[in-house]
């Protein structure tokens, strides 16, 4: 979308904003432009969604549409421009959440108690599947 056209568009929301209901030929009175020009305005924002359908006219074969401007129109066309020049929106900072103290209930111990029925050979190499994941070291399995 270019400057010129986005301020046309931003043009077409402040003069129908008022409006009840609003065509095509209604927008090119008020601006004083033709309706073939005012059309491929507005089917811009029906896109972006800054106005919407609300019915429509029947004339013989042609159905002529009528437009209501959405709430967030501005805020809509003025998103679809950043995006466009690639502008960046600035993102609120978040500050990190405080560590929560946890109190351990019970003696902690440097080494746990393991059952003989377990087997050796069955942690180890388990403790070697872990570092791989770990990135440690290679895994070798071996069975």
Known sequence: MTDDKFKVCI??????RELDKFTNKTVAQLLCMSAY??????NTLYNIGCIKKI???ARGRTIIPDFVVADDAIT????CMREYTGEIVPV????????????????VV??????????????????????????QREVTING
Not at 11 to 16: F, W
């Open 110 to 135: 440097e080494k746990a108690y393991i059952d003989p029925e377990f087997g050796r050979s069955d942690i180890t190499r388990f403790d070697s599947l872990l570092m791989g994941v770990r990135g």
């Open 92 to 107: 609120a900072t978040q500050q990190p959440d405080k560590p929560r103290h946890i109190e351990f209930c019970g003696r």
């Open 11 to 16: 043009n077409i929301i402040r003069q129908c």
């Open 55 to 57: 019915g429509g006219v």
């Open 37 to 42: 020009r005012v059309r491929g305005y507005t």
């Open 76 to 79: 809509k066309l003025y998103q």
